[in-house]
C-alpha cells in the first residue's frame, strides 16, 4: 500500500466531505443527506464486488459440473462392464456351479489333490468377491458422482437467483443516488465526493478492514490457551461447565496479541456485542453476536450484523464476505476435549458459555 497516497486520498476526501456538508446552510445537501449518499454509493461499490465474486463462483461450478457429467457417463460405461460380470458370477451361485465346484475339491482323492483343487477354488472365490466388490465401488461411485451433480445444480440455481437480486439491488440503488445527488444543489461536487470515496475504499478501506479482521481472526486462535489460563474462566457443576470470559481480560488478551487493538476495544451487552476503535482518521465499527454451531465441528460463530467505516454503513453482501474469509470463532474443544458448547450468551461486561460432555 502506498501510504502517500493513503494519506492523500484521506486528505482530498476530508476535505471535500468539510466543504459540501459547510455549505448545508445555503441550501444545499445536509450532512445527513450526504452521508447517505455516500453511504449508498458505497453500497453499490461494494455490491458490484459481490456480484463479481458470484459470476467467478458460477464460472466454477459449470465447469465442475461439466467435469462431473464427463465422470458420471465413464462411470456408467464401466458400470455396464461390471454388471455384466457381477451378474455372471451371481448366476453361478445361484444355479450352483460353485456348489459343483467345492464337490470337486471334497472329492479329491489325494492330500496333494485336495490342496491344489482347494487353492483354485479360493482362487475363483476370490475373483468372484473382486468383481462384486468392483461392481459396488462403481455403483457407490456413480451415486456419490449423482449427488455432487445434484447439489452443484442447486447451488447454481442459488446463484443465479442471488445473482439476479443483487443487481436487481444495484440498479435500484443507483436509480435512488442519481436522484439524490441532482437534487443536491451541487451534483459536481457530491460525485467528486463519491468518486474519492470509492477510490479511497477500494485502495485503503478495505485492506483497513481486512487487516482488523484479520488479527482478530489470529488472536482468536490462541483464545482457548488464554482461558485455560485464567484463574475462574472455566467452572463446573457435575456434568456441566461454564466458561466466563469478561470484556475487560478479552481487551486485554487481544492487545497482548496485536498492538493494533491498542485503540480498538470489544464491549459486552444484553445478547449484543460491539468492536469498535479509532486510527490515523480511520473509524470501525462492528456489532454482532455468537451462536453455537455444529457443522462442520462444534464451534462458537461469531455473526457480523453491523459494519460502519468512518461512519458509513457496510452493506451484508461485504459482511457476509468477510464472515466467510475470516473465522472469529473459537472451538471449545480445544480447551476441554471431552466437551461441546450448547449455549451461549452475552449480558453486561460478560461472555458465557455453557458446554456439556460430548459421548
Known amino acids: 500500500m502506498n501510504r502517500r497516497y493513503s494519506i492523500s486520498a484521506l486528505f482530498i476526501f476530508t476535505l471535500l466531505f468539510v466543504q459540501l456538508t459547510s455549505t448545508y446552510a445555503f441550501g444545499e445537501a445536509s450532512p445527513e443527506e450526504t452521508r447517505e449518499i455516500l453511504q449508498k454509493s458505497l453500497s453499490i461499490v461494494e455490491i458490484d464486488h459481490e456480484i463479481e465474486r458470484i459470476a467467478v463462483r458460477q464460472k466454477e461450478l459449470d465447469l465442475q459440473q461439466q467435469e462431473l457429467q464427463i465422470q458420471l457417463k465413464e462411470q456408467e460405461e464401466q458400470i455396464h462392464i461390471q454388471q455384466d460380470r457381477a451378474g455372471a458370477v451371481v448366476r453361478s451361485y445361484y444355479t450352483g456351479e460353485r456348489d459343483n465346484l467345492l464337490m ?12 491344489i483343487l482347494y487353492d ?7 475373483r468372484d468377491q473382486a468383481v462384486l466388490n468392483k461392481y459396488q465401488d ?44 441532482s437534487a443536491s444543489g451541487n451534483p459536481a461536487a457530491i460525485q467528486k465526493l463519491m468518486d474519492e470515496l470509492t477510490i479511497y475504499w477500494e485502495n485503503v ?19 482457548p490457551e488464554f482461558i485455560q489460563e485464567q484463574n475462574g474462566g472455566i467452572s463446573t457443576t457435575g456434568t456441566a461447565y461454564t ?4 470484556q475487560d481480560d478479552l481487551n486485554q488478551f487481544l492487545r497482548e496479541q496485536n498492538p493494533i487493538f491498542e485503540d480498538f476495544a470489544f464491549q459486552f451487552d444484553e445478547d449484543r456485542i460491539t ?30 450484523d453491523k459494519l460502519v467505516f468512518n461512519q458509513l454503513e457496510l452493506p451484508d453482501t461485504t459482511r457476509r464476505m468477510l464472515e466467510k474469509e475470516f473465522d472469529l470463532g473459537f472451538y471449545p474443544q480445544k480447551i476441554l476435549s471431552f466437551v461441546k458448547a450448547t449455549d451461549v450468551s452475552t449480558s453486561k461486561g460478560v461472555l458465557e458459555v455453557k458446554l456439556a460432555i460430548s459421548f
Open 275 to 304: 468492536a469498535s476503535g479509532q486510527r490515523d482518521q480511520l473509524q470501525l465499527s462492528i456489532e454482532g453476536h455468537y451462536t453455537v454451531e455444529n457443522e462442520p465441528q462444534n464451534s462458537i460463530r461469531f455473526h457480523v
Open 104 to 115: 470337486t475339491v471334497l472329492g479329491a482323492r489325494s492330500l496333494k489333490d485336495l490342496f
Open 120 to 126: 483354485y477354488y479360493q482362487i475363483i472365490i476370490g
Open 205 to 223: 478501506g478495505i485492506h483497513e478492514v481486512k487487516r482488523y479482521f484479520r488479527a482478530l481472526a489470529t488472536a482468536m486462535q490462541n483464545l
Open 138 to 181: 462403481r455403483y457407490q461411485s456413480i451415486q456419490e458422482t449423482s449427488a455432487k451433480i445434484s447439489q452443484t445444480t442447486a447451488e447454481l440455481d442459488e446463484l443465479k437467483s442471488n445473482l439476479e437480486s443483487q443487481r436487481e439491488r444495484v440498479v435500484a440503488l443507483q436509480k435512488e443516488v442519481d436522484g439524490q445527488v
Open 243 to 246: 466458561i466466563q470470559i469478561g
